[in-house]
């Protein structure tokens, strides 16, 4: 869900003046300012992403609209639905007509570097300072920046604060205390904690803060620490304070659970606020993911789309698309984003002054410093140890396996033996 695409526009033409003024400095002094192969001047631009929500469309539409102006260039957005999205740069990189400026889903960009698809973004001299290292590794292959975040997003506990008030339960900060709590908040009709444990990449993100919370890590998933969080799952459902539905929801059902009442906890992301605030009478308040023992961090994954330069024959068109990148990254710009999506600004300044604004958001934006990349430890190799870390999730849930004989085969999925 996100803000009416008019209020967008206003915004976006309300900061328009300070994005004039941001363009010049946060583009540096890249390479390759010639004009295009037919010798004339660069007036457009094209850009891909899977924005295809209606509303969605328009307020990015509108901000590469507002950043193309800035830099003299009409900017021509074309989106695609998120499936789509990533078959289609490949197919475009093999016949070399990729676009101008590209977005990708952060767990992607590391595929589509490999290919070679993509320029380094310190070739344009665009300004990556003042981001949290989670979110440069997640732009990162090799060591170099391909892409950079506007915003960013992870999970937090959303919990209902009269339901809590109500049971005399106060918000969990542990996973003993997690127990405690949805046990008392769970009554006919209604359970105490609900997670996405769907058998996708969905599925997988909701679990990793218990896994690396615990210190499990994917490049080895048949541990103690992954079996100790894979249990704290099924414990919770099997004392009944989570539904086994959860095994088909995906993080918008948790949300329409929540909202209709039939769960006091969830585990979900900030762009679900604004659809919380539609309801005056839920009074719902968000808290850090549990840790195993009070006083831990919780670790979480990050979230988000990074905006990339692919290769392209003309440098200009190059440099133009950079230009355009890094006013999307602008102080300004990350604030608009955040308003509109309720969503995390990718500078950590800037980010501390929105927690401020916006206090729905300080939680997030508090595990959004040390949040990990899902590409972090394994690069290109993270999809197939995503796989076996939702099919072992699938699998001791239903009862068909123990946590740590789920691991073990998640473990084989992951090495492909």
């Not at 103690?224 to 959860?246: E, R």
């Amino acid at each position: 869900m996100t803000s009416p695409a008019g209020s967008s526009a206003r915004r976006i033409a309300a900061l328009l003046p300070g994005l004039l003024l941001l363009a010049p400095a946060a583009t540096g002094c890249g390479h390759g300012t010639g004009p295009g192969p037919a010798g004339g001047e660069v007036t457009s631009i094209t850009a891909l992403d899977y924005y295809t929500d209606q509303a969605e469309h328009a307020q990015w539409g509108d901000l590469l609209t507002a950043c193309g102006r800035t830099v003299g260039v009409r900017v021509e957005q074309t989106s695609v639905p998120g499936a789509s999205l990533v078959p289609k740069v490949l197919q475009q990189a093999s016949s070399r007509t990729l676009p101008d400026l590209l977005m990708l889903d952060n767990p992607d960009l590391q595929q589509i570097a490999r290919t070679g698809a993509l320029t380094p973004l310190e070739d344009y001299g665009v300004d990556a300072d003042g981001f949290a290292p989670g979110i440069l590794s997640a732009g990162s292959y090799q060591g170099k920046v391909y892409g950079l975040a506007p915003n960013v997003s992870t999970v937090a506990l959303v919990y209902n604060k009269d339901m809590l008030a109500e049971a005399g339960v106060a918000v969990p900060r542990t996973w003993d205390e997690l127990k405690a709590a949805a046990a008392a908040l769970t009554r006919p009709g209604r359970y105490g904690m609900a997670v996405d444990a769907n058998a996708t990449f969905e599925g997988t993100w909701q679990f990793l803060p218990f896994l690396w919370s615990n210190g499990g890590d994917e490049r080895q998933l048949d541990t103690p620490q992954a079996a100790q969080a894979l249990q704290l799952w099924v414990d919770l459902v099997k004392s009944g304070s989570m539904a086994k539905s959860v095994l088909n929801w995906t993080q918008a059902d948790v949300h329409d659970q929540f909202v209709a009442g039939r769960t006091a906890m969830m585990i979900n992301g900030p762009w679900r606020i604004p659809a919380l605030e539609q309801d005056a009478n839920l009074h719902w308040g968000v808290a850090p993911v549990p840790v195993p023992r009070l006083g831990q961090t919780p670790v979480t994954p990050l979230g988000g789309e990074v905006w990339t330069v692919p290769q392209n024959p003309s440098k200009a068109r190059q440099q133009k698309a950079a230009q355009v990148l890094a006013c999307l990254n602008s102080p300004a710009s990350m604030r608009t984003v955040a308003r509109d999506h309720h969503t995390v600004p990718s500078r950590t300044a800037v980010a501390a002054q929105q927690a401020e604004e916006d206090p729905s958001t300080a939680a997030f934006a508090r595990s959004v410093t040390v949040a990990r990349a899902r590409t972090g430890e394994l690069g290109v190799e993270w999809p197939r140890a995503a796989t076996g870390i939702y099919t072992a999730i699938q699998s001791a849930l239903t009862g068909e396996q123990t946590p740590e004989e789920a691991l073990s085969h998640a473990q084989q999925i992951a090495t492909g033996h």
